[in-house]
């Protein structure tokens, strides 16, 4: 299984940008995919869900209402469109994926930097 997550850059603040994460290797039906981010000193921070099947999203209280998550099952492609940018999300995202009776995110992508300036 393969993740490649692209769509990173340099964007001020208020500004938005559309992280894609391009899967591979396997089918994911039954899966969950997430959006992960870490900026630096700071412990990796879970930021959306989708479950692939269903499409039911799960959103942390830091992004919710300005990031959205989304999957076109016909690309096995997740996407995560971030709105209302602010120099606190900062940080590299990461996409992963996981089976839905698992505990931890089995696979991860390479990562991506998100940089907002002020």
């Known amino acids: 299984v393969q993740l490649q997550a692209s769509g990173g850059g340099l964007v001020q603040a208020g500004g938005s940008l559309k992280l894609s994460c391009a899967a591979s290797?396997?089918?994911?039906?039954?899966?969950?995919m997430g959006w992960f981010r870490q900026a630096p000193g700071k412990e990796r921070e879970l930021l959306a869900t989708?479950?692939?099947?269903?499409?039911?999203?799960y959103y942390a209280d830091s992004v919710k209402g300005r990031f959205t998550i989304s999957r076109v099952k016909a690309k096995n492609t997740v996407y995560l469109q971030m709105n209302s940018l602010k120099p606190e999300d900062t940080a590299v995202y990461y996409c992963?994926?996981?089976?839905?009776?698992?505990?931890?995110?089995?696979?991860w992508g390479q990562g991506t930097l998100v940089t907002v300036s002020s």
């Open positions: 992963a994926a996981k089976f839905m009776t698992s505990t931890d995110y089995k696979y």
């Open positions: 290797g396997r089918t994911f039906s039954g899966y969950f």
């Open positions: 989708i479950n692939w099947s269903s499409g039911t999203t």
